[in-house]
């Protein structure tokens, strides 16, 4: 079955060290997404990317990159981990369609920056 | 986008039906209602969506006022695998652009008891 992956599940780190977390998904959709969740804000989006070599800046992306080589896979990376990127982090993915508004999330990974 | 109001909490008894409301009063003619949930520690779900008609799926139905300016989402039979937050997002329909973002609220928890 298709799915979406997420790894490594659970992260300790430490500051200012560069951190990749990875997103994998099967079902070779176009759109991509990176989410965190901290208790009182909700799901906020990072990044987003509707293609290969395209990237968008979402409402919190300062601190945080992504790249897309391939349909597969969305990598983000913390440059230098601060203790505020301590959180749980949601990958998501979704069609080129009207049906792109429906968007399938991966288990999610849990960072801790100390 | 649309803003949506949904209360913070809500109870259920198990095998009760739960009703989840959500108030979107300046959603505008070509937006949609979506829902997901999210149970704990896990990955938000997509539930359904809707323009205008009521809804059903294997899940749950979403019954939208004639105005469009609320909606409800009915889980006829709650569970206590039901517990989670659930999330009433509106979104622009596809309109062939690359828009596919969504902005999610503090939702609704919804607590099940037996």
């Known amino acids: 079955d298709a799915e979406i992956t997420q790894s490594p599940r659970h992260k300790i780190t430490e500051t200012g060290r560069q951190v990749t977390l990875a997103c994998h998904q099967t079902w070779n959709h176009n759109n991509m997404f990176w989410y965190r969740q901290d208790l009182g804000h909700g799901l906020r989006l990072i990044h987003y990317s509707y293609g290969v070599q395209d990237t968008n800046k979402g409402e919190v992306s300062d601190g945080y990159s992504v790249s897309r080589s391939n349909t597969e896979d969305l990598p983000l990376t913390l440059e230098s981990a601060a203790s505020s990127q301590t959180s749980v982090y949601f990958c998501a993915s979704s069609e080129s369609s009207d049906r792109g508004k429906t968007q399938y999330f991966g288990p999610g990974t849990r960072l801790l920056v100390l | 986008d649309a803003k949506t109001t949904q209360p913070p909490s809500m109870d259920c008894a198990e095998g009760r039906a739960a009703n989840l409301p959500c108030n979107h009063s300046t959603i505008s003619g070509n937006e949609y209602v979506y829902w997901y949930r999210q149970i704990h520690s896990q990955g938000p779900q997509y539930i359904i969506h809707?323009?205008?008609n009521n809804e059903t799926n294997e899940m749950a139905s979403l019954i939208i006022t004639e105005d469009r300016k609320s909606s409800t989402l009915i889980l006829p039979h709650a569970t206590l695998r039901d517990t989670a937050v659930y999330y009433c997002?509106?979104?622009?329909?596809?309109?062939?652009?690359?828009?596919?973002?969504?902005?999610f609220g503090k939702g609704t928890l919804l607590t099940v008891n037996p």
């Open positions: 809707g323009l205008k």
């Open positions: 997002i509106v979104r622009p329909r596809w309109s062939g652009g690359s828009n596919y973002k969504l902005t």
